[in-house]
């Protein structure tokens, strides 16, 4: 079945780095966009990134651009999310998604379990 | 950025019980809204996409409809796994932004 599979997360120190990775089974992986979206402990979600199936369209959300670097390796059916500059409040589960395209119209379908990155010193 | 809002941010309903929830747009989004469950410790799932598009597997008590600025989520009878955080989100422009969520709590 289509599955989502992150991992990476940890506890870092401010102004640190950290890679997340997640990957994919049950689909064409290279057909697809992904993207990454978060969630701060008790707070709602909050989209951080997509990248286009080619790889060549990247977006980012202005909280987290000139910071983080998603991409993705089709090889090895994984998307990738590269976090530097790390701050207390990028604390948060990461999820990544498959972002879905029909008729104009987008949405996320299926979702990783997430990931969580405590940033803290 | 397009800001979501949505309304209540809480509710307490009984199993059986009609409920809404109103997801409204800080600019027009057309029909480009997406309706997703969380339950407590779990990723999100889908359940309308493209504002009134009931997705594959989801129980037909849940319908969603609105275009524009203003949308609801309706769900027709509640059922105890229903119980949960609902989110909207548009995918209109990005950056692609969530409502607050509305949590269905039991009465």
């Known amino acids: 079945q289509v599955q989502l599979v992150e991992s990476g997360g940890g506890l870092v120190k401010p102004g640190g780095s950290l890679r997340l990775s997640c990957e994919a089974s049950g689909f064409t992986f290279s057909d697809h966009y992904m993207s990454w979206i978060r969630q701060a402990p008790g707070k709602g979600l909050e989209w951080v990134s997509y990248?286009?199936?080619?790889?060549?369209?990247?977006y980012y959300a202005d909280s987290v651009k000139g910071r983080f670097t998603i991409s993705r390796d089709d090889a090895k059916n994984s998307v990738y999310l590269q976090m530097n500059s790390l701050r207390a409040e990028d604390t948060a589960v990461y999820f990544c998604?498959?972002?879905?395209?029909?008729?104009?119209?987008?949405?996320?379908?299926?979702w990783g379990q997430g990931t969580m990155v405590t940033v803290s010193s | 950025d397009i800001q979501m809002t949505q309304s209540p941010s809480s509710l307490s309903a009984s199993v059986g019980d009609r409920v809404s929830i109103t997801c409204r747009a800080s600019?027009?989004?057309?029909?480009?809204l997406n309706w997703y469950q969380q339950k407590p410790g779990k990723a999100p799932k889908i359940l309308i996409k493209?504002?009134?598009t009931l997705y594959s597997g989801v129980p037909s008590r849940f319908s969603g409809s609105g275009s524009g600025t203003d949308f609801t989520l309706t769900i027709s009878s509640l059922q105890l796994e229903d119980f949960a955080t609902y989110y909207c989100?548009?995918?209109?422009?990005?950056?692609?932004?969530f409502g607050q969520g509305t949590k269905v709590e039991i009465k």
């Open positions: 493209a504002a009134s």
């Open positions: 990248i286009s199936s080619s790889g060549r369209t990247i």
């Open positions: 600019q027009t989004v057309s029909n480009s």
């Open positions: 989100q548009q995918s209109y422009s990005t950056p692609y932004t």
């Open positions: 998604a498959r972002l879905l395209w029909f008729g104009g119209r987008n949405w996320f379908d299926p």
